[in-house]
């Protein structure tokens, strides 16, 4: 079974930015739409970004324009660039498949202080 895991999470001040990195263990990972999610504290877990196995991205209306989700099908990894970090940014960030039908991984704390 594919397993994920996430890395790249810290504490940034506001406006810093991070580089998320999910690495998968199966080449299957190519056929798959990756999505980023974050979960917040009391809060349902939430879609932030997603990159289709062509690279057609899409993003929830709050990090347009400051998140980035790439991807490297050689290296089964996707990454999301976080820029202009805000505090409400703060959460921990899976990724998974969209939907989401992989097991998921252990995620990765961001935390953004004001």
């Known amino acids: 079974q594919v397993q994920l895991v996430e890395s790249g999470g810290g504490l940034v001040q506001n406006g810093g930015s991070l580089r998320l990195s999910c690495a998968a263990s199966?080449?299957?990972?190519?056929?798959?739409?990756m999505t980023w999610y974050r979960q917040a504290p009391e809060k349902q877990r939430e879609l932030v970004a997603s990159?289709?196995?062509?690279?057609?991205?899409n993003y929830t209306d709050s990090v347009k324009g400051r998140f980035a989700i790439s991807r490297d099908n050689v290296k089964k990894t996707v990454y999301l660039q976080m820029n202009s970090l805000k505090p409400e940014d703060t959460a921990v960030y899976y990724c998974?498949?969209?939907?989401?039908?992989?097991?998921w991984g252990q995620g990765t704390q961001i935390t953004v202080s004001s």
């Open positions: 998974n498949t969209f939907p989401s039908q992989l097991p």
């Open positions: 199966s080449t299957i990972f190519s056929l798959y739409t």
């Open positions: 990159i289709t196995r062509s690279g057609r991205t």
